[in-house]
């Protein structure tokens, strides 16, 4: 496995990570076993960044307790990731999800989390979304108080823009922004020249489009109660069939080099920058290993414009329902 490095503060990791998410949320149950399996046959490929989340599965700690099992014995050997500052208490009827990034909640949040994962030391915080109520100035200096006290090792924000970005960093070098990055969705490549300035890496969930760039994608409607892919505007009428078309296309190219389409849309994305490394989740240890393969694929220029020719602004569809969009400042 390749190794890259996410900022300009020393973070390395493999070229390809892992998203915990699914495993406990949004696609389906699954069974623990599964799970454990899925993260440890990460490990022995080579996979050392394990991207997990304090409300995946409801605020629970659930997936960071799944997290912390499967990396117990080799710890030292990966870099994990979690995440703070979304309230899963707040009544879905009231609010959904409310944010909350005040300074007593991320100290409260980091001590549950390392609780969670059973370990001393977390290597990415990331604050989950940016919270309006709290000065990004205030949640980094929290997190500078954790990296200090050896809680902590980087900082990290989601969905965050450039004046945040700038503001945080500031305070305390951000070492990532973790986004949603893949050939549907283009949006944070508008960021991009602000993270270079700033020697931020950029960190891409749902690089297959949630699955959607895997030409294994059914319409809307076919998935189990509590699917997001029911509701989600790629998978709906219209929009499911031009999508569907498009990885149609692009699972041609991948062919004629001997690829899947997972393994072109993962190659496409390490293309984009040296400090980029996509975090497809998956429950299948076949998939698994496709996925990770997008790291041994070589685009020529040729292939680059030919993608782009498929899906020059990205697929069809938002990315989030109307009301979940993340707004960047």
């Known amino acids: 496995m390749q190794h890259r490095t996410l900022g300009s503060q020393g973070l390395e990791v493999s070229a390809i990570g892992y998203g915990a998410m699914g495993l406990t949320m949004a696609y ?13 046959r990460a490990h022995d490929l080579g996979v050392t960044l394990f991207d997990t989340a304090e409300m995946y599965g409801g605020g629970t700690g659930a997936n960071e307790a799944l997290v912390g099992r499967a990396v117990k014995g080799f710890r030292d050997d990966v870099v994990l990731a979690t995440k703070f500052g979304v309230d899963m208490s ?92 893949s050939l549907f969705e283009r949006d944070v490549e508008q960021l991009l020249p602000v993270l270079d300035e700033l020697g931020i890496g950029l960190v891409a969930y749902s690089p297959l489009g949630r699955g959607f760039i895997t030409g294994t994608a059914a319409p809307a409607g076919r998935y189990p109660v509590g699917d997001l892919r029911n509701t ?34 993962l190659a496409w994305l390490l293309s984009r920058g040296e400090h980029l490394v996509p975090i497809p989740g998956t429950r299948d240890p076949r998939r698994l290993e496709e996925n990770l393969g997008g790291a041994d694929l070589v685009l020529t220029g040729a292939d680059l414009a030919a993608v782009d020719e498929i899906l020059p602004r990205g697929g069809y569809g938002a990315r989030y329902t109307e009301g979940h969009l993340p707004t960047w400042i």
């Open 232 to 265: 989600d505007p790629r998978w709906q009428p219209g929009n499911f069939e031009r999508n569907a078309e498009s990885v149609c296309r692009l699972a041609a190219l991948a062919a004629a080099k001997g690829a899947t389409v997972a393994q072109l849309a």
């Open 90 to 181: 707040v009544p879905a009827e009231r609010m959904g999800r409310a944010l909350d990034s005040r300074p007593d909640t991320i100290r409260r949040a980091a001590d549950t989390s390392l609780r969670h994962l059973g370990v001393d030391h977390i290597d990415v915080l990331y604050q989950h979304r940016v919270d309006p109520a709290v000065p990004v100035e205030e949640v980094a200096g929290t997190v500078k108080e954790l990296i200090d006290a050896g809680k902590v090792r980087y900082f990290g924000l989601s969905e965050a823009g450039p004046e945040t970005l700038r503001r945080a960093h500031a305070v305390q070098p951000v070492s990532v922004l973790q986004t949603e990055y």
């Open 28 to 40: 389906g149950p699954t069974d623990e076993g599964t799970a454990l399996a899925a993260l440890r």
